[in-house]
């Protein structure tokens, strides 16, 4: 976000906020990725506020998902580099 000069806001909400303008600006393609993060940041406030449990391997696929997904935001960010 900082990259096309915005920033989230720290409020209630702003992973969502985050979420959607990824989705605004970054590849279609990409639309499993952030279904799957909305996934993740639902379960993570089930967790964080009430009782639910993040498997090892739920942990470790998020990890990999959010590895990837780095990935492709440091080349978007690379494109608009002069």
């Not at 600006?25 to 089930?46: E, Q």
């Not at 449990?53 to 990890?63: R, T």
């Amino acid at each position: 976000m900082l990259s096309h000069g915005q920033r989230p806001r720290v409020q209630l909400g702003h992973h969502v906020a985050t979420i959607e303008f990824a989705q605004k600006h970054l590849d279609p393609a990409l639309a499993p990725t952030f279904d799957l993060f909305d996934r993740m940041r639902r379960k993570r406030n089930i967790s964080f506020y009430d009782i639910a449990i993040i498997s090892e391997l739920e942990a470790k696929d998020a990890v990999q998902a959010a590895e990837s997904y780095l990935r492709v935001v440091a080349a978007d960010i690379q494109t608009r580099i002069p």
